[in-house]
């Protein structure tokens, strides 16, 4: 008698939004962004310092990281001649991929050989595709012409993934001390997320100017201390919503004046409705 084994799927992806390879040239910055779907930055070849939430990393060629939903993430390119990316965001889901969350990998000869093989099986579909007059070519524009393509990208992606669970290093935070101060004021906005820190009570706590603090703020999240933490409380109020917690009692935890005006800004950020977010992943 034959003895089935079900296939446990750890993870699954679902939609993809963005595929790509990018250059950008030294000093080049990529603003502050989250989104409530998954970004992975991958370093072909160059130097960037990549910011997620709180934290900094100095990454190399062939270091890669995965910003989660609603994770607030910049770059700015900081090798000479500038750096080579590969850039994709998608929604996924599975038990293994919160292991993927607030991590750095380095990868491994077999791990590159994975991107090298899905980047072949991509160019060689890619190619075929009219470039349009921008002159930028997507290579999610295969979905909508050949079969099988969509299946074969999600397939490669999720073996590189649980490659990297499997057996990737991590890479540390950094250590430079604007990098410690960053941190160090984001876990003050953290803990104090039910009400509204100033600019100057910021300062005091990280030992800086105002101006420094700013400056800090602009260079690893690219917007303002108020607009981050409206992010920060709106990442707070998914997660809220997720447990159970009802929209009026997210809005009073987290400082908001009224009701309508937390529900408002949580569209505006997320483009969802608090309420459709209750007991849902964002």
Request: glycine share 6%; with cysteine.
């Amino acid at each position: 008698m034959w003895l089935a084994y079900p296939i446990k799927e750890q993870i699954r992806i679902t939609d993809m939004y963005s595929f790509f390879e990018v250059h950008f040239d030294e000093g080049y910055e990529f603003p502050g962004e989250a989104h409530n779907f998954w970004e992975c930055v991958y370093i072909i070849e160059g130097d960037a310092c990549v910011s997620g939430n709180e934290r900094v990393y100095n990454l190399t060629h062939g270091s890669i990281i995965f910003h989660k939903p609603l994770e607030l993430h910049k770059f700015i390119v900081t090798g000479q001649g500038g750096a080579d990316f590969l850039i994709f965001s998608f929604s996924a889901e599975g038990p293994m991929m919160p292991s993927l969350e607030e991590k750095v990998f380095e990868l491994s000869d077999s791990q590159r050989s994975i991107i090298a093989s899905m980047l072949s099986f991509i160019h060689a579909r890619a190619e075929r595709m009219p470039t349009p007059p921008t002159g930028y070519c997507s290579y999610l524009e295969p979905f909508q012409t050949l079969p099988t393509y969509s299946q074969m990208l999600a397939l490669y992606l999720q073996q590189l993934m649980l490659s990297l669970i499997e057996a990737g290093e991590v890479s540390s935070v950094s250590s430079a001390p604007d990098a410690v101060i960053f941190r160090r004021a984001i876990r003050y906005l953290n803990d104090n997320i039910h009400r509204q820190p100033s600019v100057p009570e910021i300062a005091r706590y990280s030992n800086v100017s105002e101006a420094s603090i700013k400056r800090l703020f602009d260079k690893y999240a690219g917007i303002g201390i108020h607009k981050y933490l409206l992010k920060l409380k709106m990442k707070a109020a998914a997660e809220l919503l997720q447990n159970g917690e009802s929209v009026s009692g997210v809005a009073e935890r987290l400082g908001f004046n009224s009701q309508s005006y937390f529900s408002r800004a949580f569209k505006r950020e997320t483009g969802l409705m608090p309420s459709g977010l209750k007991g849902n992943p964002p």
